[in-house]
């Protein structure tokens, strides 16, 4: 089962670019690497999720190494909104989502 | 229009009693999960269930029982309730089995205290 290492907080200015970085150097070639967040007293929601290629969507972008043992979840201006705990995830055995501690992210105004 | 939606939110009672949290999804998904939050915020699978299927069991004492009446249900009874048992509950749902590229929707937790 691939491990994920993520730094237990950061901090960020509102309407700054935030790297949230996660390593995994244990993956295999068809994990698939999530990201979820979770937001005070609410459940995980999806974030993004890649392969190998980078990823955008409307919330973040997913920047994934060439070796594919670390990965950095982009968001690209930071809002209050955005303050969570925000969980890098390689499922296990397909359908085992495996969260660990996240990082948690503080976004000053 | 909720996606997961699962009931109660919060549930507070007394060790020893039986209780259900019901969980429903629309999203026409295959596959659902019970997850547990424990007091330190680790998030733990607890079950998962494909086309009502039992697939996954993480190792949850017997005291927990999940029933899925249809592919869109997945209830969790609780019998004999002990203190250890507080925690967030949530239930998910996925669109397929055998693939790590599924997204996972979570809903909204229910929060159980036994006193």
């Known amino acids: 089962d691939a491990k994920t290492t993520q730094p237990n907080s950061m901090e960020s200015n509102e309407e700054e670019p935030v790297h949230l970085p996660c390593n995994h150097s244990t993956i295999s070639g068809t994990d698939y690497i999530h990201w979820y967040r979770q937001l005070p007293s609410q459940g995980p929601e999806y974030v993004i999720h890649?392969?190998?290629s980078n990823v955008n969507n409307r919330m973040a972008s997913l920047a994934i190494a060439e070796d594919r043992k670390s990965s950095t979840l982009i968001l690209h201006r930071a809002t209050l909104r955005d303050a969570a705990v925000y969980y890098c995830?390689?499922?296990?055995?397909?359908?085992?989502?495996?969260f660990g501690s996240g990082t948690k992210l503080n976004v000053k105004p | 229009d909720t996606a997961v939606s699962q009931t109660p939110k919060y549930l507070v009672t007394q060790m020893g009693n039986d209780k259900s949290i019901k969980c429903e999804q629309n999203l026409g998904h295959d596959t659902m999960y019970w997850y547990k939050q424990d007091s330190k915020k680790f998030l733990k699978i607890m079950f998962s269930y494909n086309n009502k299927e039992l697939i996954i069991n993480e190792t949850v004492p017997n005291r927990f029982s999940p029933k899925s009446p249809d592919k869109a249900h997945l209830n969790l009874h609780i019998n004999s309730l002990e203190l250890g048992d507080s925690a967030v509950y949530f239930c998910?749902?996925?669109?397929?089995?055998?693939?790590?590229?599924?997204?996972?929707?979570f809903g909204e937790g229910s929060w159980l205290t036994v006193v």
């Open positions: 998910a749902s996925s669109p397929r089995q055998g693939s790590s590229g599924n997204t996972i929707y």
């Open positions: 995830i390689l499922p296990y055995n397909f359908n085992k989502f495996y």
């Open positions: 890649g392969l190998t």
